[in-house]
């Protein structure tokens, strides 16, 4: 089983339409999760983190679900320049840094 | 001010060359992270620093990769020798405190191995 795995899409989603995906991940023991978002040949940047609570930020709202073990990002409104690939990422050792990326979930937002 | 620079954003190599990539990163950071993508394997940790001592290196792939960050401000990715295989883009990352999790990244390093 992959550590974290996301449906890679694309999904094509029309200008004002919400969208949402998900992510799984294998470690239950993993603690502390985030969206990044990366956009075509360049570098990753982070969106926002996850918390257990649920959390908000504008048009995008994320929430984790441990007892699944999987995490979730809605974007609202969505608007052109939101169309990029978006990866969920996990920390899943303790006492490390390292952080472990699904290969991401590429979203087209259509005019 | 200056994201995480790495330097060469490109580079073609012969198989059985070394290649040497480099990475400066945030002023102030004190943890410094490689990481290799691909299509087939998505984003890869490879290794990463903390206050200039290699803490994880367990996803480095064999003994031809190696990283060494001599100081704050500098660190290197070497293979030697390269294969085709190794034809991916290497992203370094620096973050600004422990387990902050925000990691800012550089623009990647594009290697092609023939």
């Known amino acids: 089983r992959k550590e974290v795995e996301q449906d890679p899409g694309p999904f094509n989603v029309p200008e004002g339409a919400t969208v949402a995906f998900n992510c799984t991940y294998s470690?239950?023991?993993?603690?502390?999760f985030f969206w990044y978002r990366q956009d075509c040949r360049k570098e990753p940047k982070l969106l926002m983190s996850?918390?257990?609570s649920g959390n908000e930020d504008g048009r995008f709202t994320a929430q984790l679900n441990r007892a699944s073990q999987y995490i979730s990002l809605l974007i609202r409104d969505s608007k052109l320049s939101d169309s990029a690939t978006y990866l969920c990422?996990?920390?899943?050792?303790?006492?490390?840094?390292?952080?472990?990326f699904g290969k991401g979930t590429h979203l087209i937002i259509q005019p | 001010d200056a994201g995480v620079i790495q330097s060469p954003r490109h580079e073609v190599t012969e198989m059985g060359q070394e290649v040497t990539l480099r990475c400066k990163p945030i002023?102030?950071?004190?943890?410094l992270f490689w990481y290799r993508q691909t299509m087939m394997r998505g984003l890869e940790l490879l290794i990463y620093f903390n206050n200039n001592v290699p803490i994880d290196d367990s996803g480095m792939p064999e003994d031809r990769f190696s990283a060494k960050m001599p100081n704050a401000s500098f660190s290197t990715l070497k293979i030697q020798p390269s294969e085709p295989r190794d034809s991916a883009v290497y992203f370094c990352a620096s973050s600004p405190r422990d387990f902050s999790y925000e990691q800012y990244f550089g623009p990647g390093t594009r290697l092609t191995v023939t």
């Open positions: 990422v996990v920390n899943m050792i303790r006492g490390q840094e390292g952080l472990t």
């Open positions: 002023s102030g950071h004190n943890s």
């Open positions: 470690n239950s023991a993993s603690q502390s």
């Open positions: 996850v918390y257990s």
